[in-house]
């Protein structure tokens, strides 16, 4: 059901019509004569996956290709059509489809500790204080290089193993990255962004607190050693 006073609705003409639906994704029909072929447009971040966002990262650290293919690649990507089908797309729509997926690389997310993804209930690392050696390991190797980020989910976020009516929860076992990552890749990319938003932070914060820890401690070792010179410069 389309709604022209909705002004994130773009208005597609041509080949295209326009169909809002109560999920408030957009989709819209692309008829090229002989087959009708649906595409849909993400209207937010939270309707574009990790392996979604790692191929748009890919694509645009390529040098071999101009502007017109890389776009081309772009909404194949994004909209689920072959690379064929999108030159059925009219010079206008075509730029509407672009600025919609622009608009929605860039909305804001926010952290999510928890959420259910294929029917698993997933939970972020609860207490950070209690993080495992192999745990910070992996997040050190993986980190936020978006290749593999995918592998850097399956260590912040695991299945929830046990809850209690205050919000306090448990997750399973850290046993390495080989059994969600591929999972992980399906996740929807705000969840994404706020949970790197919420470990950079927190990272900040640990190294501040180290370099304060260290300061500390190297000038109480300098304030040691200065009251235990003798008046000939000789440690007693």
Do not use: W
Not at 50 to 63: A, G, I, N, V
Not at 138 to 153: A, P
């Amino acid at each position: 059901m389309s709604d022209n006073k909705n002004p994130s609705v773009a208005k597609l003409g041509g080949f295209f019509d326009l169909i809002c639906q109560v999920t408030k994704q957009l989709k819209i029909s692309l008829n090229n004569m002989k087959d009708k072929v649906e595409i849909t447009l993400p209207e937010n971040i939270s309707e574009i996956t990790l392996e979604q966002f790692q191929r748009y990262d890919k694509l645009m650290k390529r040098t071999d290709l101009d502007e017109f293919n890389r776009n081309k690649r772009l909404i194949e990507i994004f909209c689920g059509i072959t690379f064929r089908e999108v030159d059925n797309i009219g010079e206008k729509d075509y730029d509407d489809i672009l600025g919609q997926i622009a608009i929605a690389l860039t909305t804001n997310s926010e952290f999510i500790p928890r959420f259910t993804h294929n029917g698993v209930d997933l939970g972020f690392i609860p207490n950070f204080d209690k993080i495992t050696t192999a745990e910070y390991v992996d997040l050190s190797t993986h980190g936020i290089d978006v290749e593999n980020l995918h592998k850097t989910m399956a260590v912040l976020f695991r299945p929830v193993t046990g809850k209690d009516p205050f919000g306090n929860y448990k997750i399973a076992e850290y046993n390495g990255t080989s059994q969600y990552a591929d999972m992980m890749r399906g996740i929807p990319m705000n969840v994404v962004n706020g949970a790197l938003v919420f470990f950079y932070n927190l990272a900040n914060e640990l190294q501040d607190y180290t370099l304060r820890y260290t300061m500390e401690a190297r000038r109480k070792e300098k304030a040691h050693l200065t009251t235990s010179l003798s008046g000939d410069g000789m440690l007693r």
